[in-house]
């Protein structure tokens, strides 16, 4: 049978299989069928059929929620900042920093990555505004010819060198002007990397890390407050925070992070799902140093090896992916050494059971979940190591200290059936090894998965891009290979360029995301291609979950329209323009996108539908469409709504310049108000 996407399309294999024209009866032979989208029935039908379109719903659990960017161009959600503050702590460098950005209205904050400055950054920020709207700049931004545009604050979440180096102290007098006079603030998070002059140490302050143990009791008293917690389990939470092994740990830390790990391993212990021992051993176990030991300790045994990478790739993975897909890992493991696989080496004919195997590589299994995936739900024991942090560290060692593994793990990716969830999980883990590789290479990597012709693959790359365009000084070089993707005649690549934009960076770089599907969509003068428009829709689908991003959507949509009829911009803008105005766009499933409708527009902020509604209305194949849409349109807003429709025409009116699309609108909606009966119009 056709292995099936989450997304409810196929996933090819090597070539792509052949796809009933549309409109056409689903055929079967041999008792199989190839299903693009929805259900397929075979066989008689006796009574009603009932379609309970579970993809939406199932697919989505399985896959998780959109993720959300760590930085943004544009405007930060006040949602999104609430959520980073909610368990905020002052840092001893806090009071001083606020003095600075009052006076000065430009704080340089310099200090480690994951030291909690952006968190400080967004605290100040929020402070000095007084709740004001918070806006994220590029970080390769010069500064010295920028200027702020509205009342608010601004942050930079690690400058780029090549900005970092336009900063002096004229530029930074000039951006204090530009400042005041707009009533705004601007922090600018600065990497210890990079030197700045002497000049401009009046801006600058050193980022202090707040004591690990004060974090560790904020997020305590959070969890109370939210109710995860009762007071008496927080009592006894924060007296374990001075038992020896988690005060020794807060006291050998100085991260933030590690505050929070304590946290988050005693509410574990406070809701009876671990022990204070294994709350420990999770915290002492996650460390670079066990991950070394451990590699050593698997490092001639090929079962365990195998064992251990798939667990440091794909944690929380049911143990019968961690199975299978370690045992296709096996074969190329044994290749770089002498050693067979132990099964053929052994006379034991059943082996060791998994929960031995796993104990042997420091991992465990958690209790059975249900998870749904397919269309249906089943039970899963996600597989875990006992350490907090080690299936990352063992990762990092693997793919940056060992010549070529990293190349052996791309081979046996590239060779794995599809499995729910592995491209999401392998791809943000891989990201996040590559922003910590060198070299100018690195990003080579992925060049396999981006041009695959199975989607998985492609959406796997995707998510890593995803995790690598936040880096500061890998987002210039992921931004030019999708810019050089994008422009390509073939479509696997343009396609996991649109993937990358349906993900987190598309989230934060929404005009930039905007541009590559445009370009996406060119394809050189060819057909639009399905897979093409889907990836499309999909990206376009994740920016229109932020309101902040529809004016823009809708803007580049109108753009599209008015493009000659040959262009795939244009053929894709009158569908999604015709979804719209009926049942809503986009008609793909996808976790947290839902259809977007005129009626969700228009509730937002009629005006930025004044400019699509006038292309639609002159457009052969749209006015009809966009006609009923508004149709239906006034009719959902009722009675009440009439007013506001009324504006809203009003102001089509006058933006028409004389509309022969809004003239045969009008016509068409007083003819129908004359042919209404007289008892009718009187009502």
Partial sequence: MTEVGYDGSPEEGPQRPSVPAQGSPATYEGNEQTVRNGPAVMGDVHGTVTNNNYFSVLDGEAEGTIAKPRFREGPYPPEEVDDRLRDFVEPPSYALCREILQGRRVLLLRGESGSGMSTAAFALLREVTGNGRIVGLDSATDLSGWTPSSTGGYVVQGIAPEAGECLDEVALNQLTSHLRAKDGYLVVIVPRTIVLPRAIAPWCRPHIEPPPRDVARTRLEGMAAAGTLSQEQLR????????????????????PVVGVDVAEELGEVAANRRTLEAAADNLRIGTAE?????????????????????????????????????????????????????????????GRGIDDRLAGVEARL??????????????????VFRGRHLAEQVLRRLWLDYEGFSGVLMTWLLDLPYEPGVDRVAGRRIGQVLCLASGPDALQQLEPFA???????RRLAAHAFGEVVQDTVLSAAVRAQLGQWSRLKGVEKRCTVAETCAGSLGLALPDFALGLLGTVLDGRGEPLDDDVSKAVSAALGVLLTEGANREGVVRRLTEWLVEQPSTGRR??????????????????????????????????????????????????????????GLAALEAALGPGGGPQ????????????????????LLFARLRDRSSVPAGEAVR
């Avoid at 006894?236 to 991260?255: I, N, Q, T, W």
């Avoid at 041009?451 to 693959?457: C, D, F």
């Fill in 236 to 255: 006894e939470a924060v007296r374990s925070l001075d038992a020896p092994p988690f005060k020794e740990y807060l006291a050998a830390g100085r991260s």
């Fill in 290 to 350: 066990e991950a070394g030991k451990l590699l050593n300790s698997v490092r001639r045994s090929v079962d365990d090896l195998a064992l251990t990478v798939t667990i440091a790739l794909l944690e929380e993975q049911d143990r019968s992916v961690v199975e299978r897909f370690a045992a296709r890992l096996r074969p190329l493991l044994a290749l770089r050494g002498t050693q067979l696989p132990s099964e053929q080496a052994s006379d034991d004919l059943l």
């Fill in 366 to 383: 958690l209790p059975r979940t249900a998870r749904a995936a397919r269309g249906y739900r089943y039970w899963s024991e996600p597989v």
């Fill in 451 to 457: 041009r695959s012709s199975r989607s998985w693959q």
């Fill in 571 to 628: 053929t894709y803008a009158v569908r999604a323009v015709q979804g719209l105005c009926s049942n809503g766009f986009p008609t793909i499933n996808r976790a947290g996108v839902r259809r977007t409708t005129l009626a969700d527009l228009f509730a937002d902020s009629w005006e930025v539908l004044v400019p699509l509604v006038l292309v639609a209305l002159d457009d052969d194949q749209l006015h009809q469409p966009m006609a009923q």
């Fill in 645 to 664: 429709m009324e504006a809203f025409l009003s102001a089509v009116l006058r933006a028409s310049g004389g509309s022969h699309g809004l003239r045969r």
